[in-house]
């Protein structure tokens, strides 16, 4: 409308990295600024000083597991939200400056998570091929693009990042996996969540007071008997101690469902901290299927039956 500025969201930069792709697929992003970052802490940092309204970041990969540079930024500094969740599939070419071939390759360059899901390639087809690492796969192509040495001879990366920097593709679909996907997560300030769909997910971090047998075991009962499902848990260190850590959660549900408003006051008690990190619809989740006994319905019942106990109405 006029007179209102655009939104502005940054993502993990440079131009052409699978983030940027999964920040274009979401209708906001046709009608705001997009601003490129060169490393997921600095994106999030713009977030919170609020120079932008969002950014986009990857957390997970389905073959290398969680993005820690994304986990542990959220699960320190000043607080952030998850609004939304985005799922992309991930396809790499190999490419290099005009001119180069297959056989002219020494070197490669790509961030760490890419060189992992095609090391079976790069095994096969350039066993002798040196790892050059690089802070985004969309970097590795970007070097490749100004004149001069640059220390490696191909980039790793996305196709859309090959065409942005106008380099030759030497080999099409490098990847061991071809259903590699990677879950990329828009963050913003704190605010409401969005509201409940029926197919959520809600994601925190959880610190426990001390080290002691049954300690992980009392966080999951928290909620298991509430029947909220996990969909992800992992461990990342709290770096205040050797052998100390936290546990990074995404299960099913919304904050506004009373199964997962019951497991997080469980936590509560439990933890020395609980960072919530938001409550947003899940981009590859059917309906959550509510077991029995676990229904908001469920737990009113509960609760107004002993309130009839408080007041003596057996």
Known sequence: ????????????????????????ALPAAARADLLPFSSVPL??????????????????????GGVTATVDALATGEPLVVVRESLVPISFVLAGRAGTTLDDVKRIS?????QAQCRGWLDGHLP?????????????????????????????????????????????????????VTRF?????????????????????????????GGLLELLEQFAVRGVNLVRIE???????????????????????A?????LVGLHRFCSQVRFLGSYPSAEAPPTTVRPGTSDAAFADGRAWVDRLREGRI
Request: charged share 20%.
């Open 43 to 64: 994106a999030l940092d713009a977030v919170r000083a609020g120079d932008v309204d969002g950014a986009m970041v990857p957390i997970e990969n389905s073959i290398e």
């Open 1 to 24: 409308m006029p007179g209102i500025p655009p939104s502005r969201y940054a993502y993990l930069g440079p131009e052409g990295t699978f983030t940027e792709t999964a920040l274009r």
């Open 259 to 263: 199964r997962m408003a019951e497991a």
């Open 185 to 213: 997560v828009l963050v913003a300030r704190p605010g409401v969540p969005p509201a409940p769909t029926g197919a959520d997910k809600t994601s925190i971090v959880a610190f426990q007071p001390d080290d002691h047998p």
């Open 235 to 257: 461990s990342r260190p709290t770096g205040d101690a050797m052998g100390r850590y936290c546990f990074a959660i995404d299960a099913e549900g919304h904050v506004a469902e």
């Open 128 to 180: 002798d091929a040196a790892y050059v690492p690089a802070l985004s796969t969309a970097a590795a192509a970007a070097g490749l693009s100004v004149s001069g040495d640059v220390g490696y001879d191909a980039a790793l990366c996305a196709p859309i990042a090959a065409n942005r920097y106008r380099l030759r593709v030497l080999a099409d679909d490098v990847a061991d996996n071809p259903f590699a």
């Open 110 to 114: 790509t961030h760490p998570h890419a």
